[in-house]
């Protein structure tokens, strides 16, 4: 059983960084792809930045390009988002979500089988 823990959200200000930390229970880590999506109320979840099993093999979308970094620690059983740069926009819920042997660019929610209860972002001048 796939367990999974967000946290490091918060609220800062626009130009800010925030780093997310996603935390794995669960068997063979090495073996999942993690994503990280966000969700703003009354709209679907969207996809952020997608890291397969293999590290080097990463996607992000173009919101996210050049401000935010996908990574992964498989000592610590942890993936990580940093977020430079933050704006009004990027304000959502941030899920992680993990599945097995998945390549990073099939980053969409529906690929993805384990998630996270979510973590708050929050821009705000």
């Known amino acids: 059983q796939v367990q999974l823990a967000e946290s490091g959200g918060g609220v800062v200000q626009p130009g800010g960084s925030l780093r997310l930390s996603c935390v794995f229970s669960?068997?063979?880590?090495?073996?999942?792809?993690i994503g990280w999506f966000r969700q703003v109320s009354g709209k679907e979840r969207e996809a952020v930045s997608c890291?397969?099993?293999?590290?080097?093999?990463?996607y992000y979308t173009d919101s996210a390009k050049g401000r935010f970094t996908v990574s992964r620690d498989n000592r610590k059983n942890t993936a990580y988002l940093q977020m430079n740069r933050l704006q009004f926009e990027d304000t959502a819920v941030y899920f992680c979500?993990?599945?097995?042997?998945?390549?990073?660019?099939?980053?969409?929610?529906?690929?993805?089988?384990?998630w996270g209860q979510g973590t708050q972002v929050t821009v705000s001048s």
């Open positions: 979500a993990a599945d097995y042997l998945l390549f990073a660019q099939y980053c969409s929610p529906r690929e993805y089988d384990y």
């Open positions: 669960g068997n063979n880590f090495r073996d999942h792809a």
């Open positions: 890291i397969s099993n293999t590290e080097g093999d990463t």
